[in-house]
């Protein structure tokens, strides 16, 4: 059984920056396609970034700029580096599979924008 762990959100301020951790409890980074996904109140989960085992990423129009994703799959860790942040990334961050997997859910890092 997969377990992924996510970390690292918090509180910031307006064009503040965060960076968010994801570990695997098992090498599963060197298989599948990694992304970060976020899911603000009242709204649908969506995929913000995503990175492929050959290290090509993909960013959402709302990010693109002001994330970068990156892997480090010796230690089964994804990463998320959120700069410029706005109030409306404001979410609860969970990482997972491309396409998820929905046994690979973990509880998510809570990031909160605002002054």
């Known amino acids: 059984q997969v377990q992924l762990v996510e970390s690292g959100g918090g509180l910031v301020q307006p064009g503040g920056s965060l960076r968010l951790s994801c570990a695997a409890s098992?090498?599963?980074?060197?298989?599948?396609?990694m992304a970060w996904y976020r899911q603000a109140p009242g709204k649908q989960r969506e995929l913000v970034a995503s990175i492929t085992t050959g290290g090509r990423t993909n960013y959402a129009d709302s990010v693109k700029g002001r994330f970068t994703i990156s892997r480090d799959n010796a230690k089964n860790t994804v990463y998320l580096q959120m700069n410029s942040l706005k109030p409306e990334d404001t979410a609860v961050y969970y990482c997972n599979t491309v396409p998820y997997h929905r046994g690979y859910w973990g509880q998510g890092t809570q990031v909160t924008v605002s002054s």
């Open positions: 098992r090498s599963i980074f060197s298989i599948y396609t």
